[in-house]
Nanobody, 114 residues
Framework: QVQLVESGGGLVQPGGSLRLSCAAS????????MAWYRQAPGKQRELVAL???????NYADSVKGRFTISRDNAKNTVYLQMNSLKPEDTAVYYC????????WGQGTQVTVSS
């Protein structure tokens, strides 16, 4: 059984930082493309960042230079380091494992507000 468990969300002031974690079981994260998506109220879910099995990364234009996706193969965990957060980054963030089968975590709320 595949499980993706996100953590690290919360309330942060504009300009602050958060690190999201996605702990995986039932899959090996280094062998699959892994991604972070987000969904704000009333908006469609959008891709934020992706890391391939070779370690290549891609980012949405809105987060380039502020967010960094990475993985720890020993911990089988994917991270999203978010710096210089803005109110428009407020959303539920989801971990996603891509491949022949697509898996999703339950999501973690990120709220950027003063």
């Amino acid at each position: 059984q595949v499980q993706l468990v996100e953590s690290g969300g919360g309330l942060v002031q504009p300009g602050g930082s958060l690190r999201l974690s996605c702990a995986a079981s039932g899959i090996i994260v280094r062998l699959r493309p892994m991604a972070w998506y987000r969904q704000a109220p009333g908006k469609q879910r959008e891709l934020v960042a992706l890391i391939t099995s070779t370690g290549s990364t891609n980012y949405a234009d809105s987060v380039k230079g502020r967010f960094t996706i990475s993985r720890d193969n020993a911990k089988n965990t994917v991270y999203l380091q978010m710096n210089s957060l803005k109110p428009e980054d407020t959303a539920v963030y989801y971990c996603n494992s891509q491949g022949p089968s697509n898996y999703w975590g339950q999501g973690t709320q990120v709220t950027v507000s003063s």
